[in-house]
């Protein structure tokens, strides 16, 4: 689960993190009266769930509110294309409203999941403000890396040594061996996958402060906070996955156009790994787990055929646990109440899998029956050819 930059900075405020004085705005107008209590020359920060905003001309130093108040309608009247929102991009509902504050030096700070240890993994640059793929391809030598044994957590002996390796001395490096403590709090207790600060600066007064700030929570523990669906910014998400959520189906929309129904994580990136290789774009990861019931089955292909850039629905399925019989009137159900004729191949094996064939065959639908994963991924990608 995403959330806002000004919703992160709160939450690191709240740990004794220092960030800039800062007003949340709704419309051009509170955009203007910030800037104002800004001073004037403020930073205006659209509030997308995307990176690159920078890049995209979704952060500007003003120096007048009318300036700010313009700038503000623009932002609100278009979507805002970056390089992680794809050509669509995401409309602009929130924006932060900053003092400007002089810069000396930038860093890059993190902590997330080590998906090879299990562990989380701090990761720190004196490259901050850049990409930080860039810097690890271009100057690796400048990543710094520690992994966290959860029995202990982070020691203030190694965040002092991350401080010094990032070039930090005095008074600042102490700031800095306490702001690190404070981030591992934050990624406890608040259940994150992700804690991003980027950059981190030192300003010409000498203080250290987070000036843009990135939290992910682990969808797994939202049960253990209350707080976080409210926190959520539906306006940000696709439609079509907040509808997943409600019946408890993991799917991603992506850019193809071949829709996909799976059983399991594995198997349905195996999926889209396969119909790449047999040159087919998926439309989305859709994962309707291992014990999925008829209505969730059907819930699922009545996602996929909602999405406008389908032109063709592609399913695999493996039954252990659940029925491919079961799988099979989801199916049929579905394609029957959206009258579908688009061309549909399916791949199932396992418990009832010659009655979920049969079903299938009997339905009247434009569907064909692959041998295995590779044939009826070939199938489709033919069919749409």
């Known amino acids: 689960m995403n ?5 992160a900075k709160e939450i690191l405020n709240s740990y004794g993190i220092p960030i800039p004085r800062g007003m ?8 203007e009266r910030a800037a104002k209590m800004m001073g004037g020359r403020c930073v205006v920060k659209a509030q997308i769930y995307a990176g690159g905003r920078g890049k995209a001309g979704g952060v500007k130093l003003v120096h007048y ?12 009247s278009r979507p805002l294309v970056t390089s992680q929102t794809g050509p669509e991009g995401l409309r602009v509902r929130r924006i932060l409203v900053e003092e400007a504050v002089e810069i000396a030096r930038e860093f890059y700070l993190s902590i ?13 640059s ?13 100057s690796p030598e400048k990543i710094h890396k520690l992994l966290i044994d959860p029995l202990t957590g982070l020691r203030p ?38 804690v991003e600060i980027n950059p981190l600066v030192v300003t010409r007064a000498g203080w250290l402060m987070a000036m843009d700030a990135k939290i992910a929570f682990d969808d797994n523990a939202v049960y253990r906070h209350r707080e ?5 910014d539906y306006s940000q998400l696709d439609p079509l996955e907040i509808t997943a959520g409600k019946y408890d189906l993991a799917y991603i929309k992506l850019t193809g156009s071949i829709g996909c129904l799976v059983n399991g994580a594995g198997l349905a990136m195996a999926t889209l790994d396969v119909l790449k290789e047999c040159g087919g774009e998926p439309a989305n990861f859709l994962d309707v787990g291992g014990g999925a019931t008829r209505e969730k089955v059907a819930e ?20 252990g646990i659940m029925r491919c019989d079961v799988i099979a009137h989801g199916i049929i159900e579905a394609a029957g109440a959206f009258n579908c004729t688009l061309p549909i191949v399916v791949r199932m094996d396992g418990s009832k899998v010659e009655e979920g064939k049969k079903l299938l065959r009997e339905s009247g639908l434009n569907v064909q029956v692959g041998d295995d994963l590779g044939d009826a991924a070939t199938r489709i990608v033919k069919m749409l050819g």
Request: one cysteine or more; a negative charge; aromatic letters at 8%.
């Open 65 to 76: 509110p009318e300036q700010a108040q313009e700038y503000g309608k623009e932002l609100f």
């Open 126 to 138: 004196a490259e901050g403000g850049m990409d930080i793929e860039e810097v690890a391809n271009k």
């Open 157 to 194: 002996y190694q965040a002092r040594k991350i401080s010094l390796e990032l070039g930090l001395t005095g008074t600042v490096c102490e700031d800095c061996v306490e702001l690190l403590m404070n981030l591992y709090r934050v990624c406890q207790e608040k259940d994150c996958s992700l």
């Open 228 to 232: 976080y669906p409210d926190m959520m």
């Open 24 to 31: 949340v705005a709704m419309t051009s107008d509170q955009v």
């Open 300 to 319: 699922a292909f009545r996602i996929i055929l909602q999405d406008r850039d389908v032109k063709g629905v592609f399913v695999n399925i493996f039954g």
């Open 112 to 124: 997330t999941l080590d998906r090879e240890t299990s562990l989380y993994v701090l990761i720190a």
């Open 3 to 7: 959330i806002h930059e000004y919703q």
